[in-house]
């Protein structure tokens, strides 16, 4: 009995594991494309609206890329 409860906690272990990873691939892909419209000259409010997220949540993120480049620039 505690050999079948432990083989259905590490399943559901295995699959939050593997939703977290989902997520974040997920995240990952919206912020690229927030970055991409923002790098055409999409307006913060436009982009806000059409990912449902605050203008300055895309301020954020395309941000945290700024800062991301410049310390990979930095870098001998």
Do not use: W
Not at 30 to 39: A, F, K, P, S, V
């Amino acid at each position: 009995m505690k050999e079948q409860l432990d083989e259905v906690l590490d399943l559901a272990q295995a699959r939050a594991i593997k939703t977290k990873r989902h997520r974040r691939y997920l995240i990952a892909q919206r912020n690229e494309e927030i970055r991409r419209l923002r790098g055409q000259g999409v307006k913060l409010r436009e982009i806000a609206d059409r990912f449902g997220i605050s203008a300055q949540r895309v301020q954020q993120i395309c941000g945290i890329e700024l800062e991301r480049l410049a310390v990979a620039a930095s870098l001998p």
